[in-house]
C-alpha cells in the first residue's frame, strides 16, 4: 500500500539518509522535519519523543496545521 501511495503521489517518505551518506545527522534531519510541516497540508507523527527536537518544531508548527499522532 506504501508503494501504491507513492506511485499516486499520496504519500512523501523523507528520509535524513542518502545512499552516500554513512549515518545520520540531527541537522539534516531537523532541516527535513521544518521543511516537511512548512510544505504539507496534513502530517502523520508515528513517533514523538516528548523532549526530543521534533517535539520542539511541532510546537512551533502552524496551528491550522493538520497533524495525526499514531
Same mark, same amino acid.
Given at each position: 500500500? *506504501?508503494?501504491a501511495a507513492v506511485a499516486q503521489g499520496r504519500l512523501l517518505v523523507v528520509s535524513p539518509f542518502a545512499d552516500r551518506l554513512a549515518g545520520p545527522s540531527a541537522q539534516r534531519a531537523a532541516w527535513c522535519n521544518? $521543511? *516537511?510541516l512548512a510544505h504539507c497540508d496534513r502530517a502523520v507523527i508515528g513517533h &514523538?519523543? !516528548?523532549a526530543g527536537l521534533l517535539a520542539c518544531i511541532l510546537s512551533e508548527a502552524? !496551528?491550522?496545521k493538520e497533524l495525526? $499522532? &499514531?
Open positions: 500500500q *506504501v508503494d521544518e $521543511y *516537511v &514523538l519523543n !516528548p502552524d !496551528p491550522d495525526v $499522532y &499514531l
